[in-house]
């Protein structure tokens, strides 16, 4: 199946159940924003559309990003599920600015992340015996996500310093230290406290950081998600 939808300048493709070829549909449709479930023929295609800046893979059979190579214009990119076991971004590490890599059993290496200046929001969900990034090449993050993942300590997160939103639900930190996330001075959501670290440090973080909203959930932001936000904004009007 495909949808364009000329109004969001957006293109999906659902290419599990039936074959598509990539070549053909990025000819018929022009998009900014593309998602793919599944496999189409030719992913290669992809480096040809240089007006790509937004890009969801779910389910793709790539091993790692060469189809990806020409999207220079890239400021958003989402990659869950599949068989990805390796992550080089240098085609886009000047531009982007969401990254989120989700439930890859075989990605267990981050450690080549390239500096990317502009980038403010980072999924990493469900990567399990992960090498870590190197934070401090991220200096303008401001939302992370680290929903079910394993990290020695949370130390890192002093190279953060603009950090607003923390997700750390279902994490495992192996020296059972919080204080890194007190230090965070621009913090103003954090969800997963009483799950990772108990409801004493979770009465205790709310009592030193009473600027924090702590596990009441992580707000979406909208601006990120214009179809959600225009049929919010339509409920509204209705009332």
Same mark, same amino acid.
């Given at each position: ?12 493709? /659902?290419?599990?159940?039936?074959? &598509? $070829? ?36 779910? +389910? ?14 890239? =400021?958003?990119?989402?990659?869950? @599920? ?5 992550? $080089? ?28 200046? *502009? ?8 990567? &399990? ?36 939103? /923390? ?9 059972? $230290?919080? *204080? ?7 913090? =103003? ?7 990772? @670290? ?7 973080? +709310? ?17 990120? &998600?214009?179809?959600?936000?225009? @049929?919010?904004?339509?409920? *509204?009007?209705?009332?």
């Amino acid at each position: 199946m495909v949808n364009h939808i000329p109004k969001y300048n957006s293109l999906v493709i /659902l290419a599990e159940q039936e074959a &598509h $070829d990539l070549r053909i549909e990025l000819e018929r449709f022009s998009c900014a924003r593309l998602s793919i479930t599944g496999t189409p023929d030719h992913m290669e295609a992809l480096s040809d559309h240089l007006e790509i800046e937004d890009l969801s893979l779910s +389910r793709c059979r790539i091993r790692d990003l060469t189809a990806l190579r020409g999207l220079s214009r890239l =400021r958003r990119l989402r990659v869950a @599920f599949g068989p990805l076991a390796s992550v $080089d971004l240098g085609f886009c590490a000047g531009g982007l600015e969401f990254l989120a890599l989700a439930r890859l059993r075989q990605l267990k290496d981050l450690s080549n992340l390239p500096p990317m200046p *502009k980038l403010a929001h980072l999924v990493l969900n469900h990567l &399990h015996s992960l090498v870590p990034p190197d934070f401090c090449l991220f200096p303008n993050l401001r939302r992370l996500s680290i929903w079910k993942t394993e990290w020695p300590s949370l130390s890192w997160l002093s190279y953060l310093p603009g950090l607003e939103t /923390l997700h750390v639900s279902q994490c495992e930190i192996r020296d059972n $230290d919080w *204080k890194p996330i007190l230090g965070l001075e621009k913090l =103003r959501e954090v969800h997963g406290m009483q799950n990772v @670290f108990g409801s004493a440090v979770r009465k205790e973080f +709310r009592r030193l950081r009473p600027d924090v909203r702590v596990d009441q959930g992580i707000r979406v932001d909208l601006d990120e &998600h214009p179809q959600a936000k225009e @049929f919010l904004e339509e409920l *509204k009007r209705g009332k």
